[in-house]
Nanobody, 128 residues
Framework: QVQLVESGGGSVQAGGSLRLSCARS????????MGWFRQAPGKEREGVAR????????YVADSVQGRFTISQDNAKNTVYLQMNTLKPEDTALYYC?????????????????????WGQGTQVTVSS
């Protein structure tokens, strides 16, 4: 069973930064695509960034392009989401998720429903 544990959320002022971490269990070797998603109150969950762990190529949504970066540390079996220049509209519960993709483009295009493994989420609150 793949287990994902997010951490690093918190409360910051607009313009600040946070780095979220997603620690993957050893059984996560079967997955090669990691995604960060977020869900704000009253809104649908949306994709923020993806990383194809077999090579490290990444995709970042237009809404956070230039501010958010996804990366991985294979030695620590951890995926990160570096969030800079945070805005109040970035306030949400952030989740990481994992799936076995056919390739990087499949990783980037996979929908929420395609991801079978999810963490419990970590709250990010940005005040103006």
């Amino acid at each position: 069973q793949v287990q994902l544990v997010e951490s690093g959320g918190g409360s910051v002022q607009a313009g600040g930064s946070l780095r979220l971490s997603c620690a993957r269990s050893a059984s996560a070797w079967s997955t090669n695509c990691m995604g960060w998603f977020r869900q704000a109150p009253g809104k649908e969950r949306e994709g923020v960034a993806r990383i194809y762990t077999s090579g490290g190529s990444t995709y970042v949504a237009d809404s956070v392009q230039g501010r958010f970066t996804i990366s991985q540390d294979n030695a620590k079996n951890t995926v990160y989401l570096q969030m800079n220049t945070l805005k109040p509209e970035d306030t949400a519960l952030y989740y990481c998720a994992a799936v076995q993709a056919l390739g990087r483009y499949h990783c980037y295009s996979s929908s929420l429903a395609d991801f079978p493994y999810w963490g419990q989420g970590t709250q990010v609150t940005v005040s103006s």
